[in-house]
């Protein structure tokens, strides 16, 4: 890829308590080129604080919801008239670790041209070594151009579980752990409080909602995918990505036989 690389943050603010300015500050403070980031928030109508933190941000105004969670349908809103090579999905409660995200990400660019090629980067947002579910997708344009981003047929619970499968079979999951950042909830650590967003978006309800419909999305063999990432320095991308679908697909296989065999 030549040309520079522009990188569209979608983030979903919920009733954030400090607004959701600070979160926007840190981001583009800590880009290297904050000008080719497009920043676009979604606000929800009666969040007075976030609207009028964000008058003259770009924005989606959303109405509040009725009994279920809204994030997969703001993070979808958002990105229907995002103009980035790369989508990047965030939530209030993540952070850049160090400046230069962007870099990171335009490294990449560099090697898989977005516009070209279907795929989703897994950055660390989570302290474990062997994570590769993807929580905050950073989509290619050419990904979401040919899937979309999230099936709109959930409203927040198992979407992440989800699409970390869909991508892996369908196009490729791209390793970016190396870029770091700060997840800052109760499942992560426990010494965060929960905020009104993850309270309500983590709700009993909404676990069995989002379940449900990836039960029926999903078959239980291919549930237990063993999902590995593309190194970010592979040349051939899909061909990589090929060769990790080939050999889950044999293991699926034969992890399958072996369980019957012990029945």
Excluded at 27 to 49: I, S
Excluded at 86 to 107: N, Y
Excluded at 176 to 200: K, M, Q, T, W
Aim: glycine share 4%.
């Amino acid at each position: 890829m030549s040309e520079l690389v522009k990188i569209s943050i979608l983030h979903a603010t919920y009733f954030r308590e400090k607004g959701p300015e600070e979160v926007r500050s840190a981001w583009l403070e800590a880009a290297t080129n904050p000008e080719r980031v497009e920043y676009r928030v979604a606000v929800t109508r009666t969040d007075t604080l976030a609207l009028s933190e964000t008058d003259a941000s770009s924005r989606v105004i959303v109405e509040p919801p009725e009994g279920t969670s809204t994030t997969v349908r703001n993070w979808n809103s958002l990105a229907i008239t995002a103009t980035g090579d790369f989508l990047f999905v965030i939530a209030d409660d993540l952070f850049p670790v160090k400046r230069g995200w962007d870099s990171d990400l335009e490294k990449i660019a560099r090697m898989h041209d977005p516009c070209r090629n279907s795929y989703l980067v897994k950055v660390a947002d989570s302290t474990s070594k062997s994570d590769t579910k993807v929580r905050h997708p950073v989509a290619s344009r050419r990904f979401y151009e040919k899937y979309g981003l999230w099936w709109p047929g959930y409203s927040g619970m198992y979407v992440d579980s989800d699409l970390t499968l869909f991508a892996f079979w369908r196009a490729a999951i791209i390793d970016g752990r190396h870029i770091r950042f700060n997840h800052i909830n109760p499942i992560v650590d426990n010494e965060f409080e929960a905020s009104l967003s993850f309270s309500e978006a983590n709700s009993e309800s909404e676990y069995t909602r989002g379940k449900l419909i990836f039960n029926q999305r999903w078959p239980r063999f291919l549930q237990g995918t063993r999902v590995s990432l593309v190194d970010s320095n592979a040349s051939l991308l899909h061909v990589a990505s090929l060769k990790l679908k080939v050999s889950e697909a044999f293991s699926i296989v034969f992890r399958s036989r072996f369980l019957n065999w012990l029945r």
